[in-house]
């Protein structure tokens, strides 16, 4: 019998990445103030396609083809939408690499940039609050942050390839995958914000340049970050203070649960049962640290008409397990 989610995966991881590795690109352009390592990183060790987290593809995948759904509803709405592309535009003076998702009508004048961005029901709550680009800034998913850069600096690309847009405004359009609700943000051009973006790839190009690169800091973005092996492997900084311990038995559990990740039901026994044991130790076995933090967590109790008064404040463990090393 053929496995269709098997073949279809397969089929994903086989894909080649098409990204132009020698240019920045606005869609990272936020990095600049987060890591600038990074966006050197990507540039001079780009990631082979084998090493990329394979629900990072699929994510990836689905918000192309979610793009492709809310322009034909806004097609179909009657909105005039004008693509750019298909090549992605260039500004060789900063080695920018971007391409708007595309340019709308908003009236008759001048078109704005829109920006479709697809999300969960949970970071879709986050974005319906924000309404100003500032806003963005204090999120802790780096795309959200990122998001207002990569749209102002679409403004001055499309200026350098002769297209006409509105200087003013950008539009972030975000849409809920699941309800289907939307939520637009106008993100104002603001002058200082992009020069700062500009400044920095322009360092990271003399990084390119000069085949140097700046000092790893460890930050929660690293976590994640598929060149987390490379920049702390040799580093104490994921280890510090923590005992190594040996754990035959719970380091075979890890790698299995590692393997089977992220769906599988076994992936969640193991993560349970491995919890369960080591909740309020603080230890790295083999190739993982499992660490225990502590958070509070609210929590509100009937009359819910009254329940602001009942607020609590309660103490609870939060266990992480991170893998060491990732090898590019
Ligand atoms: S692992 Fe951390 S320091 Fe290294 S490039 Fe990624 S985000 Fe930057």
């Not at 847009?165 to 993100?187: C, N, R, T, W």
């Not at 400044?199 to 690293?222: F, S, W």
């Not at 299995?256 to 076995?285: A, C, W």
Request: glycine share 4%.
């Amino acid at each position: 019998m053929r496995n269709i989610p098997q073949e279809l995966d397969t089929r994903l991881m086989a894909q080649e990445d098409d990204r132009d590795y020698d240019y920045n690109h606005c869609s990272e352009a936020g990095w600049v103030t987060d890591c600038m390592r990074r966006l050197i990183l990507l540039r001079r060790m780009p990631p082979k396609s084998a090493d990329v987290d394979l629900s990072m593809k699929r994510r990836f995948e689905e918000g192309h083809r979610q793009e492709v759904l809310m322009r034909g509803e806004l097609k179909d709405a009657g909105f005039s939408i004008l693509p750019v592309g298909p090549d992605s535009l260039e500004w060789p003076e900063y080695k920018l690499k971007g391409l708007p998702d595309d340019l709308i009508y908003l009236d008759e004048k001048v078109p704005n940039v829109i920006d479709y961005k697809s999300c969960s029901p949970y970071v879709f709550k986050e974005v319906k609050r924000f309404n100003r680009w500032e806003d963005f800034l204090k999120s802790k998913y780096h795309w959200i942050r990122h998001a207002p850069g990569q749209t102002m600096l679409y403004i001055p690309l499309l200026k350098q390839n002769d297209y006409d847009v509105d200087p003013e405004a950008s539009i972030l359009y975000f849409k809920d995958k699941d309800s289907g609700e939307k939520h637009q943000v106008f993100i104002y051009y603001d002058d200082p914000y992009v020069q700062i973006l500009l400044n920095g790839l322009k360092k990271v190009n003399e990084y390119v340049e000069n085949k140097t690169n700046i000092e790893a800091d460890y930050t929660d973005d690293c976590r994640w970050c598929d060149y987390k092996g490379y920049c702390f492997k040799d580093e104490q900084v994921l280890r510090n203070g923590l005992e190594t311990i040996n754990n035959e038995e719970a380091e075979r559990m890890l790698i299995r649960m590692k393997e089977l990740e992220p769906s599988n039901e076994e992936y969640k026994k193991l993560h349970d049962q491995i919890r369960t044991e080591f909740l309020g130790h603080n230890v790295i076995i083999g190739d993982f640290k499992l660490t225990t933090t502590d958070y509070n967590q609210s929590t509100y109790q009937i009359p819910p008409e009254v329940k602001e008064q009942y607020k609590q404040s309660v103490q609870r463990q939060r266990f992480n397990i991170d893998q060491l090393t990732k090898v590019l």
